[in-house]
């Protein structure tokens, strides 16, 4: 069975950081680029950041660029996504997408990021 499991959101102060884990299991992790995908309350989708599968190139929403950071451990099967400098607009829930190179195949159920005051 294929999963991708979220952890790590929760309430931060404006300014403050989180480090959002996606583990993945039930697919061959290492050969999937990756990204994170964000939903505002009450908006769409919104593309954060991407990286390849080996994890050699990363790529960014303008709006998150210069303080978040992806990254990953395929040997652990871990996706990872820091968050610096947090911002009341940061507020979403985050998930993570496996990409097969054409679309996204699997996604993961969701954390919340609050931030606020």
């Known amino acids: 069975e294929v999963q991708l499991v979220e952890s790590g959101g929760g309430l931060v102060q404006p300014g403050g950081s989180l480090r959002l884990s996606c583990a993945a299991s039930?697919?061959?992790?290492?050969?999937?680029?990756m990204s994170w995908v964000r939903q505002a309350p009450g908006k769409g989708l919104e593309w954060v950041s991407h990286?390849?599968?080996?994890?050699?190139?990363?790529t960014y929403a303008d709006s998150v660029k210069g303080r978040f950071t992806i990254s990953r451990d395929n040997a652990k099967n871990t996706l990872y996504l820091h968050m610096n400098s947090l911002k009341s607009e940061d507020t979403a829930m985050y998930y993570c997408?496996?990409?097969?190179?054409?679309?996204?195949?699997?996604w993961g159920q969701g954390t919340q990021v609050t931030v606020s005051s």
């Open positions: 990286i390849v599968s080996g994890g050699g190139t990363t």
């Open positions: 997408a496996a990409f097969s190179g054409w679309k996204y195949e699997y």
């Open positions: 039930g697919f061959t992790f290492s050969t999937y680029a």
